[in-house]
């Protein structure tokens, strides 16, 4: 049974950092794509970053880039976002996703969603002005 479970939401003020983990279980993670989305009030989900399980390249949307760091640990079979800089913007659901069909080196231009077919239950992230 695939599980992915987020934790390390929180309530901060801008200018802070928060780091969520994501750890996960029931299928190899080496061969998975794991990504971080987010959903804010009134908004689309959005893809926000995504690593490789395997070769652990990265994806970053143009709104968090040189903020935000995906990361893994493939012992752990756990992907983390560490998001510096935090606005309040930044302010959302914060959720982890998997698709363990993914093409092998396939750099995504943006995320869709609907690739994605494993969810975690999400993390709140708040970020005061």
């Known amino acids: 049974q695939v599980r992915l479970v987020e934790t390390g939401g929180g309530s901060v003020q801008s200018g802070g950092s928060l780091r969520l983990s994501c750890a996960t279980s029931?299928?190899?993670?080496?061969?998975?794509?794991m990504a971080w989305f987010r959903q804010g009030s009134g908004t689309e989900r959005e893809g926000v970053a995504s690593?490789?399980?395997?070769?652990?390249?990265?994806y970053y949307a143009d709104s968090v880039k040189g903020r935000f760091t995906i990361s893994q640990d493939n012992a752990k079979s756990t992907v983390y976002l560490q998001m510096n800089g935090l606005k309040p913007e930044d302010t959302a659901m914060y959720y982890c996703?998997?698709?363990?069909?993914?093409?092998?080196?396939?750099?995504?231009?943006?995320?869709?969603?609907?690739?994605?077919?494993?969810w975690g239950q999400g993390t709140q992230v708040t970020v005061s002005s």
């Open positions: 690593i490789d399980g395997g070769d652990g390249a990265t």
């Open positions: 996703a998997a698709d363990l069909d993914w093409p092998q080196g396939l750099v995504p231009i943006e995320l869709d969603s609907t690739d994605f077919h494993y």
């Open positions: 029931g299928f190899t993670y080496s061969g998975a794509y």
